[in-house]
């Protein structure tokens, strides 16, 4: 599937609702403000947890808030739009196409970041997250690296996609 093809999450939600499974795409429901701030009030526990990880010492468990801080603001803003996710895949790609269209203005850094990529060799927050998570090490030199620069892209400090601005 195409970045911008969002026609098949579409399809294959509605397809699986009406056999009576679970959907793993996207659904059209209603706009939903209230959900959408609850989502960035998610968000924003998150990044109090990187604080705490880091204090601890638990590097390990940094990408992953990271990656679901900017998640939970892309959740927010497919809830503004009326729209129900239950795939990290489709939720990019419905991003990428809001953002294409222009309905919504974010850098593409946001959306890059969230993209599921199933070839080898791109690369997103989401196989940083996974990478923690899986891998043996509590401490990262990479995570102790980078965390001023995430914290500040995480929090909208640094303007390209604040979090505030998805609510």
């Not at 795939?87 to 203005?105: E, H």
Request: charged share 35%; glycine share 4%; with cysteine.
């Amino acid at each position: 599937m195409k970045q911008q093809d969002v026609r098949p999450c579409f399809v294959n939600a509605i397809h699986d609702e009406k056999k009576g499974k679970k959907h793993k795409g996207l659904l059209i429901t209603h706009p939903d403000n209230k959900k959408a701030e609850e989502y960035i009030a998610k968000a924003r526990a998150n990044l109090e947890l990187c604080d705490l990880y880091k204090e601890k010492g638990y590097d390990y468990k940094i990408p992953e808030e990271w990656f679901y801080t900017l998640y939970y603001c892309a959740l927010a803003i497919l809830s503004k739009f009326g729209i129900e996710s239950r795939s990290q895949k489709c939720t990019a790609a419905f991003i990428r196409y809001a953002k294409d269209r222009g309905l919504i203005k974010y850098d593409d850094e946001f959306i890059d970041r969230i993209i599921v990529y199933s070839d080898k060799d791109e690369k997103s927050d989401v196989d940083a997250r996974e990478a923690a998570r899986y891998g043996s090490a509590i401490k990262s030199k990479e995570v102790s690296g980078k965390y001023e620069y995430m914290m500040r892209l995480s929090q909208g400090n640094d303007r390209r996609y604040p979090i505030h601005k998805a609510a």
